[in-house]
C-alpha cells in the first residue's frame, strides 16, 4: 500500500485496509445501497473486501442499514451482486469504447493475430459465443505473450460497443487503457467466476 493513503474497515470482517482495496458503497437518496465503483460518490460510504464472501455476510448480517445509521433499501445479497456485476461489467466495456475512440483498439481475427505475433496487445477480449477452436487459437496466442483474456462479452455486444457488425476478437493496444481495463478485470475476477484470464 501507497504511503499515506486512507484506510477504512471492511463493515463484514473489520479488516482495515487501504481504500484502493475495498469497494465503496453509498446511500442513494432514496436510501437505495448502491455500489460507488469510482470511490467518488458523495456522502458516507461503507467499504467492503473485494470478495463475494464479505459481501454476503455484510448483506446477510444487515451490516449496510448499520453502517448507514438506518434502515436501507436494496442491501439484499441478491440484488447486490448482480448490481455490482452489472456496474463492473459496464466499466470495463466503457474503458473498452474509450480505447476505441482513441484508436487503441484492433479487430478481427486476423489483424488481432498479426498484432499479437509483433507483441504489440495489452489485452485480449474474446467473445464468449466464439467456436472453441477461436476461443482456444487465441486464448493460447494470448498466453504465449502473457496477455490477459477477457470473455464477458458476446460478439454482439463487442461489436456494438465499437460500432461495429459482430466482433469475435478485439485487441487493446499498448497503452495505457491496458492497465485500467486490467484493474478493472482484476476486480471484476476478486468477485465473479470465469469470464477473465
Ligand atoms: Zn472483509
Same mark, same amino acid.
Given at each position: 500500500?501507497?504511503?499515506? +493513503?486512507?484506510?477504512?474497515?471492511?463493515?463484514?470482517?473489520?479488516?482495515?485496509?487501504?481504500?484502493?482495496?475495498? @469497494?465503496?458503497? @453509498?446511500l442513494? =437518496?432514496?436510501?437505495? @445501497?448502491? =455500489? *460507488?465503483?469510482?470511490?467518488?460518490?458523495?456522502?458516507?460510504g461503507?467499504?467492503?473486501?473485494?470478495?463475494?464472501?464479505?459481501?454476503?455476510?455484510?448483506?446477510?448480517?444487515?451490516?449496510?442499514?448499520?453502517?448507514f445509521k438506518?434502515?436501507?433499501r436494496?442491501?439484499?445479497?441478491d440484488l447486490l451482486?448482480?448490481?455490482?456485476e452489472?456496474l463492473?461489467?459496464?466499466?470495463?466495456?466503457?474503458?473498452?469504447?474509450?480505447?476505441?475512440?482513441?484508436?487503441?483498439v484492433v479487430?478481427?481475427s *486476423?489483424?488481432v493475430m498479426?498484432?499479437?505475433h509483433?507483441g504489440?496487445?495489452?489485452?485480449?477480449?474474446?467473445?464468449?459465443?466464439? +467456436?472453441?477452436?477461436?476461443?482456444?487459437?487465441?486464448?493460447?496466442?494470448?498466453?504465449?505473450?502473457?496477455?490477459?483474456?477477457?470473455l464477458?462479452f *458476446?460478439?454482439?455486444?463487442?461489436?456494438?460497443?465499437?460500432?461495429?457488425?459482430?466482433?469475435?476478437?478485439?485487441? @487493446?493496444?499498448?497503452s495505457?487503457?491496458?492497465?485500467?481495463?486490467r484493474?478493472?478485470?482484476?476486480?471484476?475476477?476478486n468477485?465473479?467466476?470465469?469470464?477473465?484470464?
Open positions: 500500500m501507497k504511503d499515506g +493513503s486512507p484506510e477504512r474497515s471492511c463493515i463484514s470482517c473489520r479488516r482495515v485496509q487501504g481504500k484502493e482495496t475495498l @469497494v465503496r458503497f @453509498v442513494a =437518496p432514496d436510501r437505495t @445501497v448502491v =455500489p *460507488d465503483l469510482q470511490g467518488k460518490l458523495p456522502g458516507r461503507a467499504y467492503v473486501c473485494q470478495n463475494m464472501n464479505c459481501l454476503r455476510e455484510a448483506a446477510a448480517k444487515r451490516q449496510f442499514a448499520r453502517a438506518g434502515e436501507v436494496g442491501s439484499g445479497f451482486a448482480p448490481m455490482l452489472h463492473m461489467r459496464e466499466r470495463i466495456s466503457g474503458y473498452l469504447s474509450l480505447a476505441n475512440k482513441a484508436g487503441k479487430s478481427g *486476423d489483424a498479426d498484432y499479437l509483433r504489440t496487445v495489452g489485452l485480449l477480449f474474446i467473445a464468449s459465443d466464439c +467456436s472453441d477452436a477461436t476461443r482456444q487459437r487465441f486464448a493460447s496466442a494470448a498466453e504465449r505473450q502473457a496477455v490477459a483474456c477477457c464477458l *458476446d460478439q454482439h455486444q463487442l461489436g456494438s460497443l465499437l460500432g461495429k457488425e459482430q466482433r469475435g476478437i478485439v485487441a @487493446v493496444t499498448d495505457g487503457f491496458v492497465d485500467s481495463i484493474n478493472e478485470l482484476n476486480r471484476y475476477g468477485f465473479f467466476e470465469g469470464g477473465v484470464w
